[in-house]
């Protein structure tokens, strides 16, 4: 039934055309168009609207766009991720949503077979494709460790994302490097992004990402040729502009100062807040907080009772231990503790202006008493010249009278 | 040929020079950093707002204490968490300090359940106190009425903390060069972008709004007009309160409750300068001062001589000083 419905494909026709000829019902067009307006609420241009119908109308226009996808260093974890997106299932996204032209996991060839289709898919749609990469690149010793079809990876990721329109780069491995690059990185492995730092890139990084966000990179690049706004690491913001931290559903435990204290305690099942646990959620931006996975309520880490490790941040993931806590940035006391109306100033009474004169005269005449005494001790004493000098100390000794006392 | 210099002669150049560059320099420093005094009176006892003074309306009855505009303001302004009493966790002063130049505060009644949040910060005084205190000009009053502190001039002195009568400036005890921490209304950090200060820019539920002090003030009457029995005492604390401050306040509760303290309408600067018009009048406090000195050393110098003289006589020795 499948293959019969991509036979008859036309190369490039628009989502609306296709879904109308392959029987698919408006209603559940609608529920993937609010999907989507739930997972990127905005900063992108196609989800921007006030009604699903709205989005779906925008959404119709758009000529599928072609995808490229390619493996190097990776786990294959970011597909298994788009795997188990059920609105829309995969079969629906790939088949008329997107065009997906090439991709390692999913196709039924190998070998030459799939080379081939590789190779025509490249020349078909060069300058026109996104080309999706999932994994890191090894730069070692001139790439020899992840060949492809008896290429280093270094020259086919240099040959295609050459000829690509835009390169998204899927995953925490693609966008930096990921677990490859963690020490001791024995395969020099980094992203996308270093080896073509000119192209067009989208860095969507997690381990593994959000579906949905690269479903609205891809149709927002293929509406309007805009890839979306992003952030100092090629993050798109709409889905990285904010921490974990401040939108987890366990916040309200960290306000409280309710803490997991250990694997399996009584917060732990009380579901409190994993923060002592080495959880990353204050350093990390990413939305897995609003957007669960798998369209799910609570499937991610935080929500199953894991902490976050901060997969998304470059600075955090695989670099920091698992179970540091990390150092938070200045977050105010929650309701629970307020500081208490302080007034050190206060009025001086009588009493207290008396009790204090009476002691500082006391001290003044007690002063003024011993210094009397003192002095007339020294001048009975210690008077100046009272002792006799030492002998032939100094000229005209002679005719002291009390050197001879 | 050398010029011989003894000690005392040498100590009497020194200081002869020291003075003579400090009265060259220091009126003029302090002279150029006060505005106000080339207006007619230096002090008045009631100062009036100029037209372009800026302001903050705190109204405690909107407030819900989330204490958002704690670490907005301490990002603004660069400052680490207060996390001592928190375990390293939040952000958790008990008042404000060397950490902290914004907070809210809690009152609660020990017996009824009568409650009310109050934002701390400086209050920007119309003739601030602190100024006037401060004997090197390292406290300014700035235009749109910020008050605000130059490191530069600073000696440390902490006068401005004993002059303040709300409390805000706090010295930074742990700091090798401490520096004197309180609100400077984000004048350099927001104002000069053009942005409003961090605390009011942040409070998501209006408690604490940024304006021109004329028209919040106008605000202020009009909030107490349409609900007359809501706020005490019908009054915005700050129009008059020492002179007049920039920044008001709104309460349902006594202000003195809210740890706001009863004061005068007249500015303490004016108080400050009464005290030391008189004691400075044709010099005759330093004057009076010096009198009492040089009559001491003039007697004790006498005795001195004379007892240098009987040494001499008696040892035959010149005295060594």
């Not at chain 1, 998204?168 to 073509?196: E, F, K, M, N």
């Not at chain 1, 957007?291 to 929500?303: C, L």
Request: charged share 20%.
């Amino acid at each position: 039934m499948l293959s019969t419905l991509v036979a008859k494909a036309k190369a490039l026709e628009t989502i609306d055309e296709r879904m109308l000829r392959c029987g698919i019902s408006r209603r559940s067009f609608l529920v993937f168009c609010s999907t989507l307006m739930i997972a990127a609420p905005y900063g992108l241009s196609i989800t921007d609207k006030r009604t699903p119908e709205e989005v779906a109308t925008g959404l119709g226009k758009i000529a599928r766009p072609s995808i490229i996808w390619l493996h190097f260093q990776d786990c294959t974890g970011c597909t298994e991720s788009l795997l188990q997106t059920s609105h829309p299932d995969f079969g629906d996204l790939i088949l008329n949503v997107i065009s997906l032209e090439y991709h390692e996991t999913l196709m039924a060839g190998s070998g030459l077979q799939a080379r081939q289709a590789l190779d025509a898919a490249v020349k078909k749609h060069t300058g026109q494709f996104i080309l999706v990469v999932e994994g890191s690149i090894p730069t070692k010793d001139r790439g020899i460790y992840m060949k492809l079809a008896g290429r280093p990876a270094l020259d086919v990721l240099a040959d295609i994302g050459n000829k690509a329109a835009a390169i998204v780069a899927i995953g925490s491995c693609a966008s930096w490097g990921g677990i490859p690059s963690a020490d001791p990185d024995p395969t020099g492995a980094v992203g996308v992004a270093d080896l073509l730092p000119t192209k067009a890139i989208v860095n969507i990084p997690g381990c593994p990402p959000n579906p949905y966000t690269l479903l609205g990179v891809l149709l927002q690049y293929a509406a309007d040729g805009r890839l979306p706004e992003m952030d100092d690491q090629r993050r798109p913001k709409f889905a990285f502009d904010r921490d974990i931290h401040e939108h987890c559903p366990r916040r309200a435990h960290f306000d409280a100062g309710n803490f997991v204290k250990q694997y399996g305690d009584e917060g732990h099942r009380e579901g409190w807040c994993l923060y002592e646990m080495g959880c990353k959620g204050p350093d990390t931006h990413a939305g897995c907080s609003t957007r669960h996975f798998n369209e799910i309520p609570d499937v991610w880490p935080i929500g199953i009772g894991a902490p976050c490790i901060g997969c998304t941040e470059k600075s955090v993931a695989f670099k920091v231990s698992m179970f540091e806590v990390v150092k938070l940035h200045t977050i105010a006391a929650p309701p629970t503790s307020y500081a208490p109306i302080t007034t050190t100033k206060g009025t001086i009474s009588p009493l207290a202006t008396g009790l204090v004169g009476a002691g500082v005269g006391a001290l003044v005449g007690a002063g003024y008493v011993a210094s009397r005494k003192f002095s007339k001790v020294e001048d009975d004493e210690s008077a100046p010249g009272s002792k006799p000098a030492a002998p032939g100390s100094g000229p005209g000794s002679g005719n002291e009278p009390g050197a001879s006392a | 040929m050398s010029v011989t210099v003894n000690r005392r002669q040498a100590f009497k150049v020194m200081i002869g020079l020291g003075s003579t560059a400090a009265s060259a320099l220091l009126p003029t420093a302090a002279h150029a950093a006060n505005p106000a005094a080339s207006k007619t009176e230096e002090h008045p006892a009631h100062p009036i707002a100029p037209p372009n003074a800026i302001a903050m309306l705190y109204d405690s009855t909107v407030c819900t204490g989330c204490k958002a505009c704690m670490p907005a303001c301490n990002e603004a302004n660069g400052l680490p968490s207060d996390t001592l009493l928190s375990g390293g966790i939040w952000d958790m002063p008990m008042g404000l300090n060397a950490k902290t130049k914004n907070i809210i505060e809690l009152y609660q009644d020990a017996q009824s359940d009568e409650f009310a949040f109050v934002k701390k910060q400086c209050m920007h005084c119309l003739d601030p106190a602190c100024v006037t205190g401060c004997p090197f000009g390292s406290l300014v009053k700035r235009d749109l009425g910020a008050v605000t502190w130059n490191s530069s001039l600073c000696i440390g002195c902490r006068y401005c903390e004993v002059a303040c009568p709300f409390e805000v400036p706090q010295f930074q005890w742990e700091n090798w060069n401490p520096k004197i921490v309180k609100c400077e209304f984000c004048y350099d950090q927001r104002l000069k972008e053009d942005m409003q200060p961090a605390c009011t820019a942040v409070c998501p539920t209006g408690a604490v709004i940024f304006g021109k002090r004329t028209d919040l003030l106008a605000q202020a009457k009009e909030r107490i007009a349409a609900t007359p029995e809501k706020y005490f005492e019908n009054r915005v604390y700050g129009e008059h309160e020492a002179g007049g401050t920039q920044v008001l306040y709104l309460s349902s509760v006594s202000f003195q409750k809210l740890g706001l303290p009863k004061l005068g309408t007249t500015s303490i600067g004016h108080y400050a300068t009464k005290v030391t018009s008189v004691l400075y009048k044709w010099l005759a406090g330093p004057a009076l001062v010096a009198g009492v000195f040089g009559f001491f050393i003039r007697r004790n110098w006498e005795r001195h001589e004379n007892e240098r003289r009987d040494h001499e006589e008696k040892t035959g020795f010149p005295d060594q000083l």
